[in-house]
T-cell receptor, first 109, second 117 residues
Framework: RKEVEQDPGPFNVPEGATVAFNCTYSNSASQSFFWYRQDCRKEPKLLMSVYSSGNEDGRFTAQLNRASQYISLLIRDSKLSDSATYLCVVYRGGNKLVFGAGTILRVKS | EAQVTQNPRYLITVTGKKLTVTCSQNMNHEYMSWYRQDPGLGLRQIYYSMNVEVTDKGDVPEGYKVSRKEKRNFPLILESPSPNQTSLYFC????????????????FGPGTRLTVL
């Protein structure tokens, strides 16, 4: 079993739709959680951190459920420019990051 | 401009021919790392370095070497490449973890697409 698992998708949604991705992790000692975005095999870039209380950044909302060991990302009012692969990332400490394989999002007009 | 650079960006080589992929960052980051990305597997860490002359194995170090003689550079060396090392490689850097619960954003280079025939 992979340490970080994501539904690979693709999620095909129309512009303006709300879409949610989930991610599960197996190491209960994981300390911090993040979503990175990757465009078409380019370098990943940090989208947002995920806090226990939940956090929001514009149209993006991230949630963490430590008891169930899953992380979610909600995107509201999807834009064409949101089309990308979203990587769930778990930080174990000691500069050790574990990446999920990614969820593909395609937003269509 | 703050950035991580990698060279070459694309490389096709043959089995057994030694190669080096360079990585350089201009942000004075202590921590640098190499990842490979393969379909369905996500990014997997090959080697990392906490500072000059300090390197350690990641999850998939077999067949790779690294060195950290200067803070800004972290080359990845394939002494005898094999076809299973065909992959997309990313170098990343960040400030060093300063506490068990701290984290610093990883900045990635543009990637190197390597094909070993």
């Amino acid at each position: 079993r992979k340490e970080v698992e994501q539904d690979p998708g693709p999620f095909n949604v129309p512009e303006g739709a709300t879409v949610a991705f989930n991610c599960t992790y197996s190491n209960s000692a994981s300390q911090s959680f993040f979503w990175y975005r990757q465009d078409c095999r380019k370098e990943p870039k940090l989208l947002m951190s995920v806090y226990s209380s939940g956090n929001e950044d514009g149209r993006f909302t991230a949630q963490l459920n430590r008891a169930s060991q899953y992380i979610s990302l909600l995107i509201r009012d999807s834009k064409l420019s949101d089309s990308a692969t979203y990587l769930c990332v778990v930080y174990r400490g000691g500069n050790k990051l574990v990446f999920g394989a990614g969820t593909i999002l395609r937003v269509k007009s | 401009e703050a950035q991580v650079t990698q060279n070459p960006r694309y490389l096709i080589t043959v089995t057994g021919k030694k190669l080096t992929v360079t990585c350089s960052q201009n942000m004075n980051h202590e921590y640098m790392s190499w990842y490979r990305q393969d379909p369905g597997l996500g990014l997997r860490q090959i080697y990392y370095s906490m500072n000059v002359e300090v390197t350690d194995k990641g999850d998939v170090p077999e067949g790779y070497k690294v060195s950290r003689k200067e803070k800004r550079n972290f080359p990845l060396i394939l002494e005898s490449p094999s076809p299973n090392q065909t992959s997309l490689y990313f170098c990343a850097s960040s400030f060093r973890d300063r506490g068990s619960r701290s984290y610093n954003e990883q900045f990635f280079g543009p990637g190197t697409r390597l094909t070993v025939l």
